[in-house]
């Protein structure tokens, strides 16, 4: 990890408001699902950077999808191929650990989902290890 | 992105397409509710996505139909396929800019949703099974079939529970028992090729029963993987001993199809079968193979003469393949002696008379059989002594 100062601050380009008052420090081991490993940096833009997906929430917007536990990934991600099979998600699970340096963290949106909203100059995708590839049957 | 089949038509034709209800998020409102102009719900499911365009279908709804999707009675193909529906390409604010009025048949079929699959991951069947063959179908499926299948599911999953209990008793104590994870409440069935459902138990404990099923899924996997290695020589099953494998593909042979008869084959499905990499369609050679597993990783013990002997079947035993009698006439049982107790073990077709004693706690004669060390049930009757 690297910042530009000794007081870590998020990206001038988030949302006012952003993260909420309630997120946590990042702390402990998070999962994500990617389309490709090794980790591309494109693939840890947050969509406020990509430009995608305009109707979510703002604020989620500006942070990552990260999960807790491994199971809640494979289980979301059979469910999104069975129903969404024309969008693109995973199949490979990642995880990195995360510490309060990282940025801050908070459960958004459904059960086992959590936003990561990682400080400026903090390099997203770097330490992220392979976990497994999920299949799709 | 593919240029949807059908007409054309004014971008405001059915208004604001804002969610007023969403039904599955997943970043973004991914299934939802919305109105048309005359306030009359839309239900919108994301198709695909590109860069800031985001490509919806649109079907008319109703709230009978939300409330069966969101009770898990129906599937997300089944509350979208309506005679008229739509394709909306929605930019930021849900602004709507492109719009065609399609039938629903010219939808890319790969961009639908699976048959089955529900609105939320916790809806999704735990278990799924379905017959195939000349005798099934609308007209042909017999009640017999019908009882085969819910039986075939029941006993199947309860030989993977059973297995995948112990393992985790081998840790620590588990607040469940065996019927928890294999007599499920029934979700749907389907007639065209007949098809029954189960979901998650009814008493849930998420991270518990996610383990369990997971276990079983794993096991099952094993199983089959186990049974279709070609070759002569019978592979064994990692991690499980030989009662356990006895025990694994007595399971697997309850999920086949019989050997006679209109079905030849059955497909499972659910979410106990994700982890399936293999065929998720069981043959008569499965049948085959497993019985010739079973029979190799059974040691046949001595039997000895069979004996009567009337009491009461204790209900704290409920949920396993076993049941204890208590309250012995005779206690002193010919060939094993005086005893305070038998711990009888019995096979599926004992299941209901089993189950019938525990619930009444009447008297009932057992008609058992010692085998090495172990009591066998072989029938219950109404006991003559009260």
């Known amino acids: 990890m690297s910042t530009q100062s000794n007081a870590p601050r998020f990206p001038k380009w988030f949302v006012p408001g952003c993260p909420p008052s309630d997120a946590v420090d990042a702390s402990g081991t998070i999962f994500r699902f990617v389309a490709s490993v090794p980790s591309v940096p494109a693939e840890y833009l947050s969509y406020h950077e990509t430009g995608e997906r305009p109707n979510a929430p703002a604020c989620q917007r500006c942070g990552l999808s990260v999960f807790r536990k491994v199971e809640d990934v494979r289980r979301l991600l059979r469910h999104l191929w069975k129903n969404y099979p024309g969008k693109s998600y995973g199949p490979h699970i990642v995880k990195r650990e995360l510490s309060p340096d990282d940025g801050r963290i908070k459960a958004t949106g459904s059960p086992g989902h959590q936003t990561w909203w990682a400080y400026e100059g903090v390099e997203r995708h770097i330490s992220f290890e392979f976990v497994e590839t999920v299949q799709n049957n | ?386």
């Open chain 2, 1 to 386: 992105m593919w240029v949807p089949t059908g007409k054309q038509i004014e971008k405001d034709a059915l208004g604001d397409l804002t969610p007023v209800e969403i039904l599955f998020e997943f970043e973004e409102p991914l299934t939802f509710v919305c109105n048309d102009l005359d306030g009359q719900p839309l239900l919108a499911h994301s198709l695909c996505a590109e860069g800031a365009l985001s490509r919806y279908l649109i079907s008319v709804t109703d709230q009978r139909v939300v409330q069966e999707l969101k009770a898990g009675r129906l599937d997300v193909l089944g509350a979208l396929r309506q005679p008229r529906c739509w394709i909306a390409d929605l930019g930021g604010k849900w602004e709507v800019v492109g719009l065609w009025l399609v039938p629903f048949d010219r939808v890319p079929k790969d961009h639908l949703p699976r048959p089955g699959a529900m609105i939320t991951p916790d809806l999704d069947p735990v278990f799924r099974l379905r017959l195939i063959g000349p005798g099934v179908g609308p007209g042909n499926t017999t009640a017999a079939d019908i009882r085969m299948a819910a039986q075939a599911a029941e006993s199947g999953l309860r030989g993977l529970a059973r297995i995948a209990l112990d393992e985790k008793k081998q840790v620590g104590q588990v607040r469940r028992n065996i019927r928890d994870y294999s007599d499920l409440p029934y979700q749907y069935t389907r007639a065209a090729s007949f098809e029954i459902a189960f979901g998650r138990p009814r008493d849930r404990l998420p991270g518990v029963d996610d383990e369990v099923f997971d276990g079983m899924g794993r096991l099952l996997k094993k199983g089959l993987e186990a049974l279709r290695t070609n070759g002569d020589d019978l592979v064994p099953v990692e991690g499980l001993n030989e009662d356990q494998a006895a025990q694994l593909f007595e399971a697997i042979k309850a999920l086949t199809p019989p050997m006679r008869g209109g079905v030849e084959r059955v497909e499972v499905g659910g979410g106990l079968t994700d982890a399936l990499t293999g065929s998720k369609i069981l043959t008569r050679d499965d049948r085959l193979r497993s019985l010739q597993r079973v029979k190799a990783s059974r040691k046949i013990p001595v039997k000895e003469d069979p004996f009567r002997v009337t009491g009461v079947a204790e209900g704290a035993d409920q949920g396993f393949d076993f049941f204890t009698l208590r309250q012995l006439v005779p206690s002193d049982i010919p060939g094993v002696g005086p005893v305070s107790e038998i711990k009888f073990f019995f096979d599926d077709h004992l299941f209901d008379k089993v189950a019938d004693a525990w619930n009444s706690q009447e008297r009932v004669t057992v008609v058992g059989e010692r085998i090495g060390s172990d009591f066998k049930a072989l029938d219950i009757q109404e006991s003559t002594h009260d």
